[in-house]
């Protein structure tokens, strides 16, 4: 891989994780009601936080991983992260994200979605991304609805979270697709 995408919607700014963001995914990702939607750990102890984002820069030098920072643009606040593990091999993507709560329901997940779906397609030259969703939040499955996946199915108990099995409802969008909708 190149040097590191910053990618820019209408109020985002997707850029790489930096150390001096560190404090702030803690602060962020480390409430409970993110870590429940997602695989983040709970409690978020100190040191994580900056030993992920030490790790990323490996990843995406290999090849295997993609994620971003989300930034609204004007204020230059962090306030989530998005991204895609990569599947050389295969051309696919495997989509994840999370937003803090002070930024729930104000579209920006779907917008970042549609960031990261377009890089994925046109610069990466992905031919599926797909992403997984804990049957518990249906508010995620309602962002990737939005972003135009489609639903692929159920894996019924599949993780077990927080000591209770959690069913993945599976969503996945091919290339092909992705460039119909474009062209329609």
């Known amino acids: 891989m190149n040097a ?11 850029r790489d994780f930096r150390l001096t963001d560190a404090k702030e995914v803690q602060r962020l990702a480390g409430v409970r009601e993110v870590a429940k939607g997602t695989f983040i750990p709970h409690p978020y102890e100190d040191g994580i936080a900056e030993s992920w984002i030490e790790s ?17 643009a004007v204020a ?23 937003i803090g709560v ?17 890089y994925g397609f046109k610069d990466l030259n992905l031919n599926r991304i797909w ?10 499955g309602r962002v990737l609805q ?3 996946l489609q639903y ?7 993780y077990k979270r927080f000591g209770r099995y ?19």
């Not at 590191?4 to 997707?14: A, D, G, N, Q, V």
């Not at 692929?152 to 599949?158: A, F, I, K, L, P």
């Open 4 to 14: 590191f995408p910053i990618l820019k919607t209408e109020r985002l700014l997707l």
């Open 56 to 72: 990323q820069k490996k990843e995406f030098e290999e090849g295997s991983l993609v994620n971003f920072a989300i930034v609204l």
């Open 76 to 98: 230059e606040t962090l306030i989530g992260s998005i991204g895609l593990i990569l599947s050389q091999q295969h051309k696919w993507g495997e989509l994840g994200y999370w």
């Open 102 to 118: 002070p930024y729930w329901n104000q579209g920006f997940c779907t917008e970042a979605v549609l960031a990261v779906m377009d």
């Open 131 to 140: 992403a997984p969703h804990f049957k518990s939040n249906p508010a995620s």
């Open 146 to 148: 939005k972003s135009g």
């Open 152 to 158: 692929e199915g159920r894996q019924r108990e599949h």
């Open 166 to 184: 959690e069913d993945a409802e599976l969503y996945g969008l091919l290339k092909r697709e992705y460039e119909g909708a474009l062209s329609a």
